[in-house]
Structures are given as C-alpha cells and as structure tokens.
C-alpha cells in the first residue's frame, strides 16, 4: 500500500523520468539478447530479466518484441544512414558501382554486430508484428537513397527511363538481405558478402541498362 501511495505522489517529471530510464534498460537489454539469441530466441520475459525490470513494465512501453526490435534498429541506422546521406552524393563511377559502394557501407556497418541484423530481417516475416513496428524492408530511408541512386543513373543515362524504380528497389534490397544467408551457410566473412553482393548488383544492371 505504502508503495502504490508513493508512486501516485511522486511528481509528474518523477515517473516520467523512471519511465524513460526503464525504456532504455529495455532498449539495452534487448539489444544484446537480439545480437546472441536472434529474434526468434528472443522473448519479453528474457528481456525483461536482464534489463531488470518487471514483464508488465516492458508491455507497458511497448506493444510488442518487433516494436523493441524496431527502436533497437532506428538507434543503430539512424547514423548510418545520415553517413550515407554525406558521402552518396560525391561518389563516383557508375550507378552500379555507386550501389556496390552504398552495400559495401551497409555490410561494413552491420559485421560488427550482424546477428543484431539478421534479427531485424527475420523480424519482417512475423506477422504478429503490430503496424507501428518497422523491421527490414519497412526503412523508408534506405529505399530512398537506393531509389536516388537509381534516378540519378537515368539522368546521366545509365538506366532506362521507362524501369519501374521500386521493382529495382525491392530486387536489391531482397539480394541485400538473402547474402546475409551466408553468414549462416558459409560462416562468411564481410568481404565475401560484399562479393557476393557486387555480382547480384552487376546482374541488376544489366537488366535496368538502356537496350542497344
């Protein structure tokens, strides 16, 4: 009892201070049991044991384990992103080669934690996720830069005016996600996904090339 009248006194800014600081024990927590324990071995309890906090305190922030996954993720690409947005533009060379450059950015980033990763790709095959989760495939940056790169190469007359963009967007970013297979079949190692990668990419532009 003297609890629950200590926690209804407490000071608005108070609890509203527990409340972010129990957020980001979550958010930590989860971070790491998603980089050991993947997505599917994941589960609210664990998280909610190791960042110390009580299970209904974690539901309370969030709606669901995609929904952590998905703060995880917008922490770590957030930068990543605004890097790509500071080099992309001076970049050289074909618009194939620029997309090798931009995916050989993307794998560099991710080795250092990939099974962080390839938590947040097998996050896009749970359809239990709710609407305001965002796993792979539904970062609306990345698909951007890809589709500026490509709308870049039909000005300097590389692609072909008449491609449908997205197809293109959602062919590399599907070929983005399947060479991370290999770290799992093969136990490859950033350089050979980032070899693998440039070959699908060289096979995507002879497609989106101008004919004749």
Same mark, same amino acid.
């Given at each position: 009892?003297?609890?629950? =009248? ?7 800014? $108070?609890?509203? $201070? ?43 922030? @969030? ?5 952590? /996954? $998905?703060?995880?993720? *917008? ?24 997309? !090798?450059?931009? @995916? ?12 962080? @990763?390839? $938590?947040? &790709? ?20 990345? *698909?951007? &830069? &890809? ?18 963009? *997205?197809?293109?967007?959602? /062919? ?10 290999? =770290? &799992? ?13 440039? !070959? ?13």
């Amino acid at each position: 009892m003297n609890a629950d =009248v200590d926690t209804a006194s407490r000071p608005p800014a $108070s609890r509203q $201070s527990q409340k972010e600081a129990t957020r980001l024990r979550v958010l930590n927590a989860a971070r790491e049991l998603f980089d050991t324990h993947g997505y599917q071995g994941t589960t609210i309890r664990e998280i909610a044991r190791h960042a110390g906090v009580a299970v209904g305190s974690v539901f309370t922030t @969030f709606a669901s384990k995609g929904e952590i /996954l $998905s703060e995880v993720m *917008q922490a770590r690409l957030d930068p990543l992103y605004a890097e790509l947005d500071r080099v992309m533009p001076h970049l050289r060379g074909s618009t194939a080669d620029r997309l !090798r450059t931009m @995916f050989a950015i993307h794998f560099e980033f991710e080795a250092r934690h990939v099974r962080l @990763f390839l $938590s947040h &790709i097998a996050a896009a095959y749970d359809w239990t996720l709710p609407p305001g989760a965002k796993p792979y495939g539904h970062t609306p940056r990345l *698909q951007e &830069i &890809i589709r500026e790169t490509l709308q870049k190469g039909i000005e300097q007359g590389e692609v072909r005016a008449d491609c449908d963009l *997205q197809e293109i967007v959602d /062919l590399l970013m599907a070929a983005y996600a399947w060479t991370y297979r290999l =770290v &799992i079949t093969r136990e490859a190692g950033t350089q050979a996904m980032i070899d693998a990668m440039d !070959r699908q990419i060289g096979l995507v532009a002879e497609g989106f090339a101008p004919r004749g």
